[in-house]
């Protein structure tokens, strides 16, 4: 698996959107027409430009930026004329005085090579009294990258120690937690098989992709140890007893994720389309790889605790014992807050902010937020024609 599914997380500038995005589209032909470097936008904080070592502080940073592989320039309150130039004055000028903004352009390399060189410089010149922030879209996609790889590994491993933790409790049984760490293992690797080559990646909320498919899995494990357990596991009547439920079970599971096929963000629809798959994959790899690991049938009744759990699939079993008179006020109630909360459908975020992506106290949003408090550190293009065809490079 390791071999042809590439594990990398992959984060491009625009992968919040869906391909058929018309505003994504429109990006595009600007960027077509209207080439333009990246801009990394450094937010400095505690130097004041009015004073001779908010200055000189300010120059040292913008020397030391403008060193940095990858930045072609870095525009400041040191290299421009900020308070003359209107341009100048509302891109690196803030409300507070002692705040200012320094802007860099890129060359386009990958932000795997510039980004810790960026972030060396300004963890050199950050101090109690200048604090640094900085923002810009190879930053933004660099340290995403970084979070989700993160996120890859540990929440990988904690779901293989903790969940094989709590089978080992429940199934006593080393070969049925064999079993499970085998079903799970090789429903995610069938998963992201299938995903590659149906052009899919790991990105923004499918890092965790191995661990969605590993619970799936491990749930109609569940099944079929309870059924096992009742027919002194033979197989083919734990099978046969325990597939409806487990099918239903999954059936709810896989709608729900091909619902987020219905959203315009493109990691919602990237997270609708794997999960569907891993979704099935886990259904048809516990019920053809989890019975194999079935202790050795034996003869004879079934557990005590069979007495406790009707087999709904005996004829014999007495009707009153599957479907109990007290119960239906129960599914009645549980019938009436499903219509309730359906009503609720039509107000679902189908396409989420970009900030509510990302931990209210993590590093990527707090940038973002103090940045965007002066301005932010992406520019609107706007694209002008003449009405008449006329060019726009001459007086008139």
């Known amino acids: 698996m390791v071999r042809w599914v590439d594990l990398t997380p992959r984060v491009e500038q625009d992968f919040f959107f869906a391909e058929n995005d018309p505003q994504i589209a429109d990006s595009r032909e600007l960027a077509r027409r209207f080439p333009a470097p990246e801009q990394i936008l450094v937010r400095a904080a505690g130097a004041d430009p009015a004073t001779e070592s908010g200055r000189r502080r300010l120059r040292a940073l913008t020397d030391a930026l ?45 932000g795997r090579a510039l980004v810790p060189a960026l972030e060396a410089v300004l963890a050199d010149h950050r101090d109690g009294d200048l604090d640094l922030a900085v923002s810009g879209v190879p930053v933004i996609v660099e340290q995403i990258r970084r979070n989700l790889t993160r996120d890859l590994a540990v929440f990988t491993l904690a779901a293989l120690v903790l969940f094989g933790l709590v089978t080992a409790v429940v ?31 790991i990105g923004l909320l499918t890092a965790n992709l191995i661990t969605i498919v590993f619970v799936l899995a491990l749930s109609h494990t569940v099944f079929l140890t309870a059924g096992g357990r009742r027919h002194a596991w033979d197989a083919h009547a734990a099978v046969r007893t325990t597939v409806e439920g487990s099918f239903w079970a999954m059936l709810t599971t896989l709608l729900g994720f091909l619902s987020l096929l219905l959203a315009d963000a493109r990691p919602l629809r990237e997270l609708g389309w794997a999960g569907a798959v891993g979704t099935l994959v886990a259904f048809a790899c516990a019920y053809g790889a989890f019975p194999a690991f079935f202790p050795a049938s034996r003869e004879g009744g079934a557990h005590v605790e069979d007495e406790l759990v009707p087999d709904v ?46 931990d209210a106290d993590g590093p990527i949003r707090s940038a973002l937020e103090r940045i965007d408090a002066d301005g932010g550190s992406a520019p609107l293009l706007v694209s002008v024609r003449p009405a008449d065809g006329s060019p726009v490079d001459t007086r008139d």
């Open 66 to 110: 403008a060193g940095v592989p990858g930045i072609e320039r870095v525009y400041s309150v040191v290299t421009e004329d900020a308070q003359r130039s209107p341009l100048w004055r509302r891109l690196l000028l803030t409300e507070d005085s002692a705040v200012t903004n320094l802007v860099a352009t890129t060359d386009g390399r990958d």
């Open 171 to 201: 199934q006593r049984s080393a070969r049925l937690v064999a079993g499970t760490y085998v079903t799970g293992l090789l429903a995610a690797s069938i998963t992201l098989l299938l995903v590659r080559l149906t052009g899919g990646a």
């Open 313 to 358: 699939t005996d004829p014999a079993t007495p009707p009153a014992r599957v479907a109990r008179p007290g119960r239906r006020p129960l599914l009645a109630a549980l019938a009436l807050a499903l219509v309730g909360l359906a009503a609720g459908l039509p107000r679902l975020a189908t396409d989420p902010g970009l900030l509510t992506y990302f």
